[in-house]
């Protein structure tokens, strides 16, 4: 069996058969779920999560179901105009996988530390004078930040060569219309599930 | 010269292995320890050098 290096962490499309990489998807998506559920928090878009401190475990679970199922949605119509021989469960893996990077970005934002003082400034937001007077809640959420950076562009570079293996996408056109797609749906579906 | 023999002896290799294993792009891929949608866009982008060669 061949060894694991850094291109198999950074592309495991490359390398294992759909089986293999639905399984591990889906228990990413639950591991999600769960870590959503215990800190409170709920996608809103396929890289973006919120607050949910209004809502039970099933509103959690079907609005994360939602965000995915409608990324899904939007990116087998943009793999099927790029490359007809698509197959629907390799896009469904680059999603599902993907998720894998984002099951530490929702444990180190649900640290409470981090959370209290992200809390208190978004409160403070309204007056931006009285964000600096809170100087110690903006260096931890900073410094937090800096934290969740890689694992966000992880998400994004899973995400990234799982679409590019299941439709073969060369072009820099394809790419940036891509990324662009992405972008945009990522913003609509905050606005969707507002 | 024969088309084939146009190629670099490693994509004479992969059409040669494609043919022994039958035409099964998923035999290929298992044999190569590469997922299948790996094996086919290679072999989708042999295809298009082939006609590329052969509209030439």
Known sequence: MNRMNWKTWVNPFSRYPESTLFLIGIFAFLLLYVLCSLFQMKMDGILHYTFADQNTWWEILLQNTEVIGLTLLVLCILAFLYNKKTRIIDVVNAVLVSCIAQVFLIAISGIPFFQESSLRLAKAAATPERIMENKTDLMVVLVFSCLLVPFLVYSVVLLYHGFRTATNMKSWQQISVFFIVLFVLNLISQLYFF | ?56
């Open chain 2, 1 to 56: 010269m024969p088309l084939f023999l146009q190629l670099p002896v490693e994509e004479q290799n992969f059409i040669m292995d494609f043919f022994l294993s039958s035409g099964s792009i998923k035999e290929m891929a298992k044999q190569a320890s590469l997922s299948y949608p790996t094996m086919r866009n290679r072999m989708d982008d042999l295809i298009e050098k082939i006609k590329a060669l052969q509209s030439e």
